[in-house]
């Protein structure tokens, strides 16, 4: 399908690029133009954009999209209870097909936040994967294997079958975490890695307690051990990332490694504040994640954006710490790149047309002073106006378009509840 978006201001993402009043068109899942405005017609559909702002989609580069059956069920606990006496034993009696509906609820979620795109990590990726499929949705599974699920041989067979060419879903390798995972295991995966000369990511750094258990049992923190071991022999990056060493930093630097922040779950775990600044001053990528709806508890990348800017602000003590425009950075594409989905990462011709429309005439985008910082602290949802993926609007108006009804999944959840939630 051909359509043209026209009399938008567009912002490109390309380095150095200011927003400027112009158009894009797609033809099938790819944009052929982005300029002024032009004449000429052959296009299936021509949308108006009364001079809303056209952006690259937000990259979700950290969540576990089948965990929305646990949304506001575990809260107010520590870090540790949550896991262990709310979330794992729920997680225990789940099926794919649970998994696949849950995945459902998040990516409309998704899809209203005006994000193109997550990096998910959970229990059953094949399921995962094939209910953002059967939505349109994009979605780059990362390994969650640990000494209770998943293992080698299945983490191989995922990174063989779920990496095909134009689909809207691939893999990386990874895993839960050095805390949930022997070394025997880790091993296993860093051989792997090395044999595809493939990037590796898991969760670390995340609290005091988890860096101080590593360090007990192995002398090393997670990032020394993981680094000790070669799983970042070929790059990959880690979530979270709070509790850092002059060591961690030097790895990561010299590994090329991106670390995926998390402020809304941090904060309401109380895990610590991420040190972003001190990430971007060694020129270490930063990209967003939200982490699960069981511990955001909502998959919202404006509230996230605004923590990744106030929470910096506030860790460095410094009202000029972060630019606005830095995050808008790390929210698109540093989170494409990290997903190694480099042909989502900005608004030119020939990229994946992943688009988003921002609505300004919304009373909380006015006056127009400027627009990068009105949606890094003032956008919310509200502002979402239209979703693309793949060159097909899946959310327009307040409306889906990706072949399911919402009152559906609604219900099929509410059913999942009642059974696992007893």
Not at 348 to 376: F, S, T
């Amino acid at each position: 399908m051909k359509i043209r978006l026209h009399n938008a201001r567009i912002l490109t993402m390309n380095e150095g690029e200011e927003i400027f009043l112009g158009e894009v068109h797609t033809d099938g899942s790819r944009i052929t133009y982005v300029g002024p405005a032009t004449t000429g017609g052959g296009f299936d559909l021509e949308k108006d954009c009364r001079g809303n702002l056209l952006m690259p989609g937000f990259k979700n580069a950290h969540t576990h999209s089948g965990m929305s059956v646990l949304r506001s069920l575990a809260d107010d606990l520590p870090l540790n209870d949550w896991l262990t006496q709310a979330i794992f034993p729920v997680e225990a009696k789940m099926t794919e097909d649970d998994i696949y509906h849950m995945s459902q609820l998040s990516a409309l979620e998704y899809l209203t936040s005006g994000i193109t795109a997550c990096f998910d990590m959970y229990l059953t990726p094949q399921s995962v994967s094939r209910a953002m499929d059967d939505m349109g949705f994009r979605c780059c599974q990362v390994g969650g294997m640990n000494d209770f699920s998943q293992n080698i041989e299945w983490l191989e067979r995922m990174y063989l079958t779920g990496n095909q060419p134009d689909s809207l879903q691939s893999y990386i390798f990874g895993f839960h975490a050095e805390y949930t995972t022997c070394m025997d295991n880790m091993k296993a995966i860093a051989a792997l890695a090395r044999k595809y000369k493939a990037p590796v990511y898991t969760h670390a750094c995340e609290t005091v307690a988890e860096v101080e258990g590593c360090k007990q049992r192995y002398g090393m923190t997670p990032v020394q051990l993981l680094d000790s071991v070669g799983l970042f022999d070929y790059g990959g990056g880690i979530y979270h990332g709070i509790y850092m060493t002059e060591a961690d930093y030097d790895i990561m630097t010299r590994r090329g490694l991106y670390v995926v922040t998390n402020p809304g779950s941090n904060t309401k775990l109380a895990s610590g504040i991420a040190p972003v600044t001190e990430y971007l001053r060694r020129g270490i990528p930063v990209a967003i994640g939200t982490d699960g709806p069981a511990s955001n508890n909502c998959l919202d990348f404006f509230r996230e954006m605004f923590l990744v800017a106030g929470l910096a602000k506030l860790h460095d003590n410094d009202a000029a710490a972060l630019d606005a425009r830095q995050v808008l950075r790390m929210a698109t594409v540093n989170g494409a790149r990290a997903m190694h989905l480099t042909d989502c990462d900005v608004l030119a011709r020939g990229k994946k047309a992943d688009i988003i429309m921002i609505d300004l005439w919304q009373p909380n985008m006015q006056p127009i002073n400027n627009i990068e910082k009105n949606i890094v602290y003032s956008g919310s949802k509200q502002n979402v106006k239209m979703t693309m993926i793949n060159g097909r609007i899946l959310y327009e108006d307040n409306t889906f378009h990706c072949g399911v009804d919402p009152m559906d999944v609604y219900a099929k959840v509410e059913a999942i509840k009642q059974r696992l939630c007893r």
